[in-house]
């Protein structure tokens, strides 16, 4: 599958933590991207960051990106309850004919 | 507010019925998509428009049937589908199918079959 892996699959954490998720992948692309998704609702793209780029930065949102390994991590720092809903990573793969690869998603609960 | 709508937001439809899904993109952009969202699986891409011509088919059942009459306007024409097509479809735009682009998301039909 060329699909991004999000990990872990569910996270819990309170109210002013910090939430790291993480996406694997398995070929070469031209860009990462993270979408949120509120229960029931259409997903909302975060952050869009190009395979020659490293880190990028949105508001309390901070992704990273090595694709020597193959990998992405998204951390949203002094997290919110309204930050609770499901996180996806999308790749945008070379050879995918510019289509987008969404994971599973990742479940963020957060405590109030 | 994401610019894109979607209508119905709930369907329930029997095997035997015929009905549509719409979507429209205020967002002045050339690509729309139709994608499938089932219960623990990825999102699934259905098919793909730009610039009102389709651009891709991902082996999608000819009982479902888009349309793309402008690059406003997407529809999705339902008939004879199964129980296992239960999910929620969600309709996404962007600037034009290229590599790049973000792509923005209506809130989805939650389609039963009954």
């Known amino acids: 599958s060329q699909q991004g892996e999000e990990d872990p699959q569910a996270l819990s954490i309170q109210e002013g933590e910090n939430a790291t998720m993480n996406c694997s992948y398995k070929?070469?692309?031209?860009?990462l991207q993270w979408y949120r998704q509120n229960s029931g609702r259409g997903l909302v793209h975060l952050i869009l960051?190009?395979?020659?780029?490293r880190e990028k930065h949105s508001g309390r949102l901070r992704v990273t990106l090595d694709t020597s390994k193959k990998s992405s991590s998204l951390l949203i720092t002094a997290s919110r309850a309204a930050d609770t809903a499901s996180y996806f990573c999308?790749?945008?793969?070379?050879?995918?004919?510019?289509?987008?690869?969404f994971g599973k998603g990742i479940t963020l609960s957060v405590r109030p | 507010e994401t610019g894109v709508t979607q209508t119905p937001r709930h369907l329930v439809m029997g095997m035997t019925n015929k009905k549509s899904l719409k979507c429209e993109q205020h967002?002045?952009?050339?690509?729309m998509y139709w994608y499938k969202q089932s219960a623990k699986k990825p999102l699934e891409l259905m098919f793909v428009?730009?610039?009102?011509?389709?651009?891709e088919n991902n082996s999608v059942p000819s009982r479902f049937s888009p349309e793309c009459p402008n690059s406003s306007h997407l529809f999705l024409h339902l008939h004879t589908l199964q129980p296992e097509d239960s999910a929620l479809y969600l309709c996404?735009?962007?600037?034009?199918?290229?590599?790049?682009?973000?792509?923005?998301f209506g809130p989805g039909t939650r389609l039963t079959v009954t």
């Open positions: 428009y730009n610039f009102k011509e389709q651009t």
């Open positions: 960051i190009r395979s020659n780029e």
């Open positions: 070929t070469s692309i031209n860009n």
């Open positions: 996404a735009s962007s600037q034009t199918s290229g590599i790049s682009y973000e792509q923005y």
């Open positions: 999308a790749t945008d793969w070379t050879g995918a004919n510019s289509k987008l690869t």
């Open positions: 967002l002045g952009h050339n690509a």
